[in-house]
Structures are given as C-alpha cells and as structure tokens.
C-alpha cells in the first residue's frame, strides 16, 4: 500500500513539473517576443554585432524593424567582422542603418577614431554615429572624470567630422552614476534598461534600449530592441 501511495506521489510529482517546464517555456518565449507598445513608441529597431552571427536582413525588415545600429569598431584595434556584410544587408533591405562604436577607456580617443573613420564610409543617408559607454571585463582602467570627457570630446569631434551629424551617446547605468556623462557631455542621450524604461539620467533620453534578450525571425541569436521617445 504505501509502496503504491509513493508510486502516485511521484506520478503527480513529474506531472507537475512537466506543466511548470511548460508554464516557463511560454513565459520565456513570450518575455523574448515583447516589445513596447508602437503606441508609445512607434519606431523601434534593434543593435546587432559579429556575435548575432548571419543576418536575414529581409526578414529583419518583414517584422517591422525600422531601422537597425550595426557595431563597426570596439576601441582602437577591433573593426566588427560583419560590419560590411551587415551594412550592405540592412541598406539591401531598406532599412535605415547606422553605425555603432564601442568605446574604451583603455585607448587614446584619436586611435579609436582613427579606426571608426577608416571602418565606417560617409553616407548621408546612415543615421547618426552611436558611442557606447559601458564597462568591460578587458578593461580595468578607471581615468578621472575630467580626463574621460576630455577624451570622449576628441573622439567625438573626429567621427562627427567624418560622418557630418552629431552622434549619439549610448552610456549604461553603471557608467552614468560614475562619470555622469550626461551632465558633462551634450549630445542626444540614449540608455538602457530591460522592460522598465530608465531614469538614471541628468537630462531625458531619445532613444532606449528596452530589451536585450528580442529574439526576432531572421537572427539565429538574440538581440538588443530599441525605441526612440516620439
């Protein structure tokens, strides 16, 4: 009897967690397909990098990506291998496209611009330059914030020199509260934050990144979903 009694435990036992298995399945793949209502934020689109691996670029544009921000160079020594492949699917697809670089606090800002300039072509038709600034494990170098304004002013003034429009500053929470570049740099603000739209900011941001896990048809891996403020 209590051998049979254990037998039944066990069976309602897998059974539950079978369901809760499913129940987290669909919740996962229902929190990788959300995306801010168009309502409030009408265009939407997404950052990609050599780490999303190929790119269906028409596909991309068929779920309603507006626009997409391609990585081109990290620091001074790394162009983003499928920068080109991405550039020219994105312009093949008929999305507005735009560059993205990822800045280091471990190099001279004219290196780093040097190597943007010499990746990115000039188009007028390419959506203003991104700077990303967020901290890495490969650099632990942590410069006054007098002398990392100074140097992201030089970086910008040479890639906005290039590409003939102001750039954008892309820059995570972590970095804002230590260098509290919104404050000392003035340029259109865009910041981070999964699902809850951030207010870790001096000055209103244009443009967030609402996701980092969007899985969307025509990209193996998942990417980063962004909106801009109407």
């Known amino acids: ?26 919740l996962i793949r229902s929190a990788q397909g959300w995306t801010p209502s168009r309502g409030h934020y009408p265009l939407q689109g997404l950052s990609v990098s050599s780490a999303n691996g ?30 080109a492949a991405n550039l020219e699917g994105a312009r093949t697809a008929g999305l507005r496209y735009g560059p993205a670089h990822e800045f280091s606090l471990c190099s ?19 959506l203003p330059p991104v700077v990303r600034l967020h901290f890495t494990p490969r650099c632990s ?24 429009k102001p750039a954008l500053i892309r820059v995570s929470q972590d970095f804002e509260q230590i260098y509290d570049i919104s404050g000392g740099i003035n340029r259109t603000l ?23 896990f969007h899985r969307i048809e025509g990209i193996g891996q998942a990417v980063e979903w962004d909106v801009v403020r109407p």
């Open 190 to 212: 865009w910041l981070e934050g999964n699902v809850f739209s951030p207010n870790y900011a001096s000055r209103p941001w244009v443009m967030w990144t609402a996701s980092d």
């Open 108 to 126: 001279l800002a004219s290196d780093q611009a040097t190597l943007f300039i010499s990746t990115v072509p000039r188009e007028s038709a390419m």
């Open 54 to 83: 190929p790119i269906a670029w028409n596909m991309v544009k068929a779920r309603d990506a507006d626009f997409a921000y391609l990585r081109a160079s990290t620091g001074a020594a790394r162009r983003d291998p499928a920068f």
């Open 141 to 164: 170098c942590r410069p006054t914030r007098a002398a990392v304004l100074s140097e992201l002013n030089t970086f910008l003034n040479l890639i906005e020199a290039h590409m003939g």
């Open 1 to 26: 009897m209590a051998r049979r009694t254990w037998k039944k435990r066990l069976i309602y036992l897998a059974l539950w967690l079978i369901i809760a298995a499913v129940i987290a399945f669909a």
